[in-house]
């Protein structure tokens, strides 16, 4: 006989309660379709010894009273945990509620990037405004403006009258550069058309960030494009810092240098100070990452060893005025910490760096060593032998009477917040009510994904008739909860799995999700530029059913090979390797996006209905 539906499930889970054995009957039946036979495979080993290899999936017998079974196994479908037993047909297949939601996730997804596009950041924050001049005006006739929008809100503007100058320089690096970059070209090279000004600048790029028609854009305006790699620098990046460092040196007062700063810039703009080698910055930078630390105290070490960052552009650049527009990727946007903060005086010193060097086990006998030139480096600059990055009362930063501006102005033109609003926005629009968790998110990633799992198990309470459960509730269902910042991932040494922060955070909320039996919600975490960790997915999407059904694929494969399943997802949870599991089956689990040309942190998104 052939079963049909919910029975063929059924009968697998009284093969698998009763542990047939040889000789012992059963009801024929014949599994005819993919799912039957991941859930066969599910069961295979408790009777495999009466089934050939060859053999086609049935079994005949008359000894069984198969309606007796079928009510007793019916009463056992309830058991929360009987998942980790066998494979139910409610767990492998996605409910119609989490089919929408994961569309509506994307929806989010596209507002959130679209809202923090880096060239209409730059673009909506600079105009050219013609100059008005009278008998008793100092501006020279016919001269321009260059207006730049320092706030949001339209509070402060810096003014530059273009007049005084006879070079405009475009300096940008990071994963948004290069459409930073067109932006400030744009304008630049509009003010060369009615003024005598030259443009010229270098943009470093992470490799495969910018299009071939960004690149050939540039060139026309006498920009270089420089590749490099990212998040450990190669020689490339070391190339191109150089280039810039050195065109910074050669500007004088009638040069307006403008920089464009986004996430990644740390890596892309990347000098070794003497006597520190490519080499070391790379073993400096694997162990930091390794370390679990933030971004903001990397970045603390990073200023010490580098020839450009913590303010060190701006003052190479003096007696030039410097323009600086930065898309941050850091929660609470410190521009001192976005990208190093080249350009900005640093507020940290050689002490901050000696403490955070012991708090994360950096020193020679510690977990994650330093190498050896680094942790000397920074113990001469301890002892008062080397000069720190330069302050706020360098001449870099103090103001200018001419221009009525700092000599060095930094303007934040997007981040992490603007993301999450539109987010937050697109999901209102699509009918959920909206609960913002914050911009400053952080922690180890699997822990924070405990945080949303619990939040969002509270709220599908309200899908009860018990008015108690909604007493307290951040808002009503259908709810979109909406979180921005950057976790981390502490790995342990000679860690080989595949993976970034924002799957790892994905996997670890599948893994609860299944566990307490949640449905109907959809966990969506991703880096708004497009890449978590060193892979090409932008993060994950996830449900309750998502890891069985990943497990499910993986035993199919394996029974169809001869070999036993042995990819589970608590294992890849802790080999942190959720890339590979993810990419195990070839569904939408991974976000791919390709480079966004942004980078604004994360953010991630929860759906309950």
């Not at 922060?501 to 307490?516: C, D």
Request: glycine share 6%; with cysteine.
């Amino acid at each position: 006989m052939i079963l049909k539906g919910k029975y063929r499930y059924l009968m697998l889970s009284l093969l698998h309660q009763c542990k047939l054995k040889r000789g012992h009957g059963a009801i024929g039946f014949l599994l005819n379709d993919r799912w039957d036979k991941l859930a066969f495979v599910s069961s295979r080993h408790l009777y495999q010894s009466h089934v050939s290899s060859k053999s086609r999936i049935s079994f005949v017998s008359n000894d069984i009273n198969y309606k007796k079974h079928r009510e007793w196994n019916q009463r056992h479908l309830s058991y929360r945990h009987f998942l980790a037993q066998n494979v139910s047909s409610s767990s492998l297949d996605i409910t119609s509620n989490e089919k929408q939601m994961r569309d509506d996730c994307k929806k989010m997804i596209h507002a959130a990037i679209q809202a923090v596009d880096p060239y209409v950041a730059v673009h909506d924050r600079m105009r050219l405004q013609t100059n008005e001049t009278t008998e008793n005006s100092s501006l020279a006739k016919d001269s321009l403006t260059l207006v730049v929008q320092a706030e949001r809100d339209e509070s402060r503007e810096l003014k530059y009258d273009l007049s005084n100058y006879d070079n405009i320089k475009i300096f940008s690096f990071g994963k948004a550069s290069a459409a930073m970059a067109i932006a400030a070209t744009e304008i630049a090279k509009e003010a060369a058309s009615k003024l005598p000004i030259k443009v010229d600048g270098t943009v470093i790029i992470k490799d495969d960030h910018a299009t071939s028609e960004e690149i050939e854009s540039l060139a026309k305006c006498n920009v270089s494009v420089r590749p490099a790699s990212h998040p450990v620098p190669d020689a490339r990046s070391v190339s191109g810092a150089n280039e810039i460092l050195q065109s910074s040196l050669s500007a004088d007062s009638r040069t307006l240098i403008i920089v464009c700063i986004s996430g990644g810039g740390s890596a892309l703009f990347c000098s070794p100070r003497d006597p520190l080698t490519l080499q070391d910055l790379m073993k400096t930078n694997a162990a930091l990452l390794s370390s679990g630390m933030p971004i903001e105290k990397m970045n603390v070490i990073r200023k010490r060893l580098e020839n450009g960052k913590g303010g060190k552009l701006a003052s190479a650049a003096q007696p030039a005025t410097v323009l600086t527009l930065i898309l941050s990727d850091i929660i609470g946007d410190p521009l001192d910490l976005i990208a190093s903060g080249p350009t900005v005086p640093d507020s940290s010193g050689w002490v901050e760096a000696a403490e955070i060097v012991r708090e994360y086990g950096l020193n020679h006998d510690g977990d994650y060593p330093l190498p050896p030139a680094v942790l000397n480096l920074l113990q001469m600059g301890l002892d008062g032998l080397l000069e720190d990055t330069p302050k706020s009362d360098n001449p870099a930063f103090s103001f200018n009477d001419a221009t009525s501006t700092l000599n060095t102005e930094n303007v934040l033109v997007g981040n992490n917040y603007a993301a999450v609003m539109a987010a937050a926005d697109e999901a209102q629009r699509l009918g959920y009510h909206p609960a913002v968790i914050g911009t400053r998110v952080e922690g180890e990633a699997s822990c924070v994904a405990g945080v949303y799992v619990s939040m969002a198990e509270m709220l599908s309470r309200q899908r009860g008739k018990d008015d108690n459960n909604i007493r307290y509730d951040i808002a009503r269902l259908p709810v979109a909860l909406i979180a921005g910042g950057e976790t981390t991932v502490t790995l342990p040494p000679n860690s080989n799995g595949k993976g970034g922060r924002n799957q790892e955070l994905a996997l670890s909320a599948a893994i609860r999700m299944q566990e307490i039996g949640l449905r109907d919600v959809v966990l969506a975490s991703l880096g708004t530029d497009g890449t978590d960790g060193p892979t090409d997915a932008a993060g994950a999407m996830v449900d309750g059913g998502t890891t069985v059904r990943i497990e499910s694929t993986i035993s199919l494969e394996a029974e169809n090979k001869g070999l036993s399943p042995t990819f589970h997802a608590k294992d890849a949870l802790r080999n942190h390797n959720a890339y590979n599991y993810f990419n195990s089956r070839k569904d939408d689990s991974l976000i791919i996006t390709g480079p966004t040309g942004t980078n604004v942190a994360d953010i991630c998104i929860t759906l309950v209905r």
